[in-house]
């Protein structure tokens, strides 16, 4: 049971725990009863083990308070940001950490500011691309209040919204069109024909605790703007799966929050940003028990398999997720393909959506032509961690496409690079044809601006998102076909259902397109399979023509009856 | 020698060479199988039981050739494989003339003389220079993952599997002479019969001359 009431006493206490315990004083117990000292040291758990319980069995740890017993939090509240001043009263630095946060900025720490790297800057995608000119709609994920335009405060402290991450009733929901507020009244989203209603602002306050499955996936399984658009193995069937599913999250398994790995110091989270891997060296917890667990090495150590197994031998050039994660999109089905020169398209002068396979829509008068899919088998490169992505103020070449948005670095030379699976999302997105730049279309507006959505005007959508961007517009523009990828690293199969060596190591397997190094299975040298085959093959002819001249030169001395030789002999003496 | 010549039955060969050489029989026909399925001429065990496989017994024959190399030289009968070309014309002669018209072999077995001048010289090329570099290509391909420590990673493992390719289509192209070879004894059958029995027949009286006895007289 996940706990619902808004409490933060744990309901569960863990089996495993208590046998823990029973095992300790069985092992006290015999000591005390002058059993050897061998006999007990056995007993004991492997160290890294204490240090993993420590860290997730010991929920009360994370908890030493009941917010729905502390008096600010009694207040009538109307709205986040009064809930947000009574969550800073006592937690002084919360929202001073947060905005230092990517949650916060929707922009790379790492880069040059100058570049605006990042989302909330000028880094783009093939699904909705940017958002400039389009922040009511795309910050209705940003942890924060109101940011509706270019002028959104991002000093003020009570803008922080608390709740979306920490609420426990599940109940919080942000309006979609709400830059990131939640409705005030009563409201239809036109674009689900959903209702939304006001948040029972005490109720969610008094609940806070520390975030669940369930508030990450509240932005990050709808990203693209829609359930497992984005990513293959992030979609709203983590929010309670089984182990088959994701061995890790799994409710009948683990069930690990995602905090468990994305471990969070001072409000920051570990995981990758932009270009900058998510953990720089590959440390397990047995070397450094303070490392960040976002490595499947961080627990499994680099030898996570038995000794003497093959796949440890591995683990130097090929990720854990290689063979762990052998598809994608299992839990929903995943967009592969939106094709933006599509849109536009209208039924008896109305736009309309066509749902195809798996109940998704295949065409969107507002966003043009898709294709989903499930089950997919990952893209596999060489990746050190970073994927660098374009923004809409570089250069790209329409000679070659598709141009790639985002693609990993790394090579087989690179100590640190392993292959890795990975999933790529393919499009068409409008460029400008004179400067050579990834456009900003103006997507989501009133019927009376220049919105692509209220007009299915490109030329308006495009002049009016550029401006928004800050960014040149020749006038001239076209659609290009891009790549977006994302690695894979959640939906872990159990270790069962991990892949078997031959979908590698065979002839047109999964890494079949990555060359310039020897596989066994796959390469071979071709002189020497003719050659050799060709040797043996001489050999079966050879003793077949000499055979046959023996048995044919016996028949014909036996029909002769003249001199026996010595094997005709033989036979006499033995008859 | 003429027809009425009479066959003896000789014991040629101990209870260890005959252990050895079925065991070894046995472990090249394995390797030989799931090699080429690891190279991926064909699926039948499947791709990692396979290497599992060649694995094990690739170690286990490196294990028992120590033992047979002690052996041989504990034994002397590493004398049975001193090459020479004394007579190796007659023998060629043999197989391309002379068994055609149902001639006896020119050197017959003996305890002494196990092998005639063309099988010392393969058997000594296949034991001192073939299964050597099939056994130092298949630790280096065993240990690719230490060759960056060890500092030889310069070797390349195409390079290596290549050469142990090389090797093992040697050895299977021997494998189909040498089976097809068992049959040409007194009858067909005698010398894989004298492999498990160790008693092979030959003609009686046969002379074995000093310099090609593996023994002293004494």
Redesign the interface.
Known sequence: MRKTDGSDVPIRRRPVRSFVRATAGAAAAALLLGAPAASASADEPAPGRTLARQAVEEREHWNTTDHSKHEELQAEFHAGPEVTRACLSCHTEASLQFHQTIHWTWADPFADPAKRNGKGGWTVNNFCINIHSNEPRCTCCHAGYGWKDDTFDFTDQNRVDCLVCHEQTGTYVKFPAGAGNPAAEEMVFKGNGKTYYPPDWNRVAQSVGRPTRRNCGVCHFDGGGGDGVKHGDLDSSLREPNRELDVHMGTDGEDFDCVRCHTTRGHLIAGRIYSTPAAPDRRSLIEDDLAPKIMCESCHSDKPHKPGV?AN?HT?KVACQSCHIPTFGRGLPTKMWWDWSKAGNKKDGKPYTEKGPYDRPVYDTKKGEFVWAVDVVPEYAWFNGSIPTLTAADEIDPGSTPVRVSWPLGARSDPNSRIFPFKVHRGKQPYDTENKTFLVPHLFGKPDSDAYWAHYDWQRALVSGQRAAGLPFSGKFDFIETSFVYPTTHMVVPKERSL???EC???EARLANLTG??M??????RP??V???G??G???V??AV??S??FV??GS?KRKGG?????????E??S | ?N?????VTIYLYTRFERFWHWVQAALILTLILTGLE???TF?LL???RA??IHNFVGVSWLILFVFIVFWLLTTGEWKQYIPTSKRMYDVVCH?SIG???????PIQKCVDRKHNPVQRLVYLTIAAILLPIQMVTGLLYFT??HWEAWGIDFL???GV??VH??M???L???L??HL?MT??G??LS?HIAAMWTGRD?V?EGTTVEDWERAKDKT
């Open positions: 093959k031998d130097d078997a060596c031959e190591h065979a002839d190094f020897y066994p299975g796959r390469d071979r040298s020497v399979d050659g050799g085959w040797l043996v001489f050999s079966v050879a003793v000499h055979g001249i023996r030169s016996y001395r001199r026996k030789g010595g094997n005709d002999a033989a036979k003496e033995r | 020698m027809a009425r010549e009479r066959l690891i190279h991926g699926t499947g791709f990692d290497v599992e197989y068994i055609f018209q149902g001639k006896p072999h690719y993952n390349g493992l195409a599997a290549s390719m090389i093992a289509f040697f299977l192209a021997y189909v002479v097809y049959t040409t007194h009858t005698s027949l003609v």
